[in-house]
C-alpha cells in the first residue's frame, strides 16, 4: 500500500523560500514515480514537479521552472519540493502523488494529475505580506 503524508506548508512573504516533503511508505520510491501538484481555490490541479528516483528523472513545470526543485532522500524514503522566491500565485493546497511506471514510457513524461493513483492529503500554501 502506497502512502503519501505532506508537511512543511505555512505563511510565507512573498520572496520567501519553502521546503515542502512528502513522507512515503517504504520501497516506493524504489518504484514509483513521484510528483508534486498544486491547486489554487477554483484552479484544477497542476504538476509542478516529477521524480523518478530508481531511474535519475527529474523534472520541473516550465511556470516554475527556475524556482522550484524537487529531490529525494531514498533511505528516508521522503521526497522534497524547494520553492524559492514565492509569489502570490504560487498559492494553493500542494500534494504529492504516486503512480506506477508504464511500459517504456519515460518516468516523468507528462505532470497530468490524472495520471497519478495515490495521493497525500495535501499541505496548504499561503503567499501574503
Known amino acids: 500500500q502506497v502512502v503519501l503524508v505532506e508537511s512543511g506548508g505555512g505563511l510565507v512573504q512573498p520572496g520567501g523560500s519553502l521546503r515542502l516533503s512528502c513522507a512515503a511508505s517504504r520501497w516506493t520510491l524504489s518504484y514509483y514515480t513521484i510528483a508534486w501538484l498544486r491547486q489554487a481555490p477554483g484552479e484544477e490541479r497542476e504538476g509542478v514537479s516529477c521524480l523518478a528516483s530508481s531511474v535519475g528523472s527529474t523534472r520541473i513545470a516550465d511556470s516554475v521552472k527556475g524556482r522550484f526543485t524537487t529531490a529525494s532522500d531514498n533511505a528516508a524514503s521522503t521526497v522534497y519540493l524547494q520553492i524559492d522566491d514565492l509569489k502570490p500565485e504560487d498559492a494553493g493546497v500542494y500534494y504529492c502523488?504516486?503512480?506506477?511506471?508504464?511500459?517504456?514510457?519515460?518516468?516523468?513524461?507528462?505532470?497530468?494529475?490524472?495520471?497519478?493513483?495515490?495521493w497525500g492529503h495535501g499541505t496548504q500554501v499561503t503567499v501574503s505580506p
Open positions: 502523488a504516486a503512480r506506477e511506471p508504464r511500459g517504456n514510457e519515460p518516468r516523468c513524461a507528462s505532470l497530468a494529475a490524472y495520471l497519478y493513483n495515490y
